[in-house]
Each structure stands twice: as structure tokens, then as C-alpha cells.
């Protein structure tokens, strides 16, 4: 047996069932992620309005130690990133503006972590699918060679042929699931990159803002 019959006949083995399977597992496993991903971004978020008046108030009287104290209940990127800015403010502005960005830096690590498999899922689902399209007709073509040497008639053949549609057809499925499962997965990893961007927009705004208090101080 050569390489390519020793392949069709894993392939013709396997079937497009273990394709679906697969896709179906993808698919859970995309849904946990953007689940976790969606709950994990929700308390993450603060409103940054609220959150700069307050640290503009104990930062025009240089209450540094009190302004710390009011981000510590706060879970959002942002809070965090000027909290690290101000535990360095004593050693001057651009100690605190390098804790600052060591910051941003690590809260993006976390906020990504995860999301490459959303992306991945989003852009490969449908070449999943498609490969157990293929493999399902492989395994048509495969039925229809052995039909057309048995069938005696036109009429046993045409039912032969018949069969072998059906077939692939069916294996078509394969590429639709693919498909289905990708959309939501694509959505999903859009929709995280877009919060990220805004999270560490709002985290830049806020660290300018502490930036611009502990520069007037070294002036």
C-alpha cells in the first residue's frame, strides 16, 4: 500500500464525523472563553469620569497616600495603573511615568490572555470544515467508483448516483459548521479587542493626568 492509498484510507477512516466533533468542541470551548473573557472585562471597568474627579481632588493637594487609598476598592485597568504611578511618586515624575507603563504593559497581558484562541478559532473554523467537506468527498467518490462497477442497469446506477449526492451533500455540512462556528468566534475576538483599546485608553488618560500633577511638582 503507497503513501496516497495508506492516507485515503486513514481519511475515509476518520470520516467528516470526527471533523464535526471537532468543530463542536472548538465551539464550547470559544463559548467558555468569551464567558470568562466577558466577565473578566466587566469588572475591570470603572467610570473614568468619576474616577479622575476623585483623584483630581487629593491630587491638587498632594495626598498622594489618600489618593492610593481611594483607587485600593477600584478593580478597573485604569485604577490600577495610577496606583502604580503613585506608590512611585516620591522618587519623581519619571520613576512614576516607567511604573506607569510597566503597568499598562502587565494589564494588557492579562486583558489578552486567552483572546488569541478566539481569534485563531475565528480564522481557521471554516478550513476545518472544509477539510471534513473533503474527506466526505473523498468517501463519495469512493462509493461512486464501487457502485459504478457493480451496477449492472442505468437504473441501479442511477440510484448509485443518487446516493453518492446524497453523500455529498451531507458532507457539505462539514464546511457550514465551519462557518458557524467561526462567526461568533470572529465577533467575539473583535468585540474584546475593541474593550482592550478603550481600557487602556481610559488607563492613558488617567496616568497623563497623574503625570501632569508629579511634573508641576518637579518643576
Not at 497616600?65 to 495610577?82: N, T, Y
Not at 499598562?104 to 484562541?117: P, Q, S
Not at 475565528?122 to 473523498?138: D, E, S, Y
Amino acid at each position: 500500500m503507497n503513501l496516497i492509498e495508506t492516507t485515503k484510507h486513514l481519511l475515509v477512516t476518520a470520516g467528516a464525523t470526527f471533523v464535526l466533533w471537532l468543530l463542536f468542541a472548538l465551539s464550547l470551548v470559544s463559548v467558555i472563553i468569551a464567558v470568562e473573557r466577558f466577565l473578566f472585562f466587566r469588572s475591570r471597568t470603572d467610570d473614568v469620569r468619576s474616577l479622575m474627579a476623585q483623584l483630581d481632588g487629593h491630587l491638587q493637594s498632594g495626598a498622594y497616600d489618600l489618593a492610593i487609598e481611594c483607587l485600593r476598592p477600584m478593580r478597573s485597568v485604569a485604577a490600577a495603573v495610577a496606583t502604580a504611578g503613585l506608590r512611585l511618586a516620591g522618587r519623581g515624575s519619571q520613576a512614576a511615568d516607567k511604573g506607569m507603563l510597566s503597568a499598562v504593559a502587565a494589564e494588557r497581558k492579562t486583558l489578552e490572555a486567552r483572546l488569541v484562541f478566539l481569534g485563531t478559532v475565528g480564522n481557521n473554523a471554516p478550513f476545518v470544515g472544509l477539510f471534513g467537506t473533503v474527506i466526505g468527498v473523498i468517501l463519495a467518490f469512493e462509493e461512486l467508483g464501487q457502485a459504478t462497477a457493480t451496477a449492472g442497469s442505468g437504473a441501479a446506477s442511477q440510484v448509485a448516483s443518487g446516493a453518492v449526492m446524497s453523500a455529498i451533500a451531507e458532507a457539505l455540512v462539514a464546511t457550514a459548521v465551519g462557518i458557524a462556528v467561526a462567526l461568533p468566534a470572529v465577533a467575539a475576538y473583535n468585540f474584546f479587542q475593541r474593550k482592550l483599546a478603550v481600557l487602556l485608553d481610559d488607563a492613558e488618560t488617567v496616568s497623563n493626568l497623574v503625570l501632569a500633577y508629579l511634573v508641576s511638582e518637579d518643576d
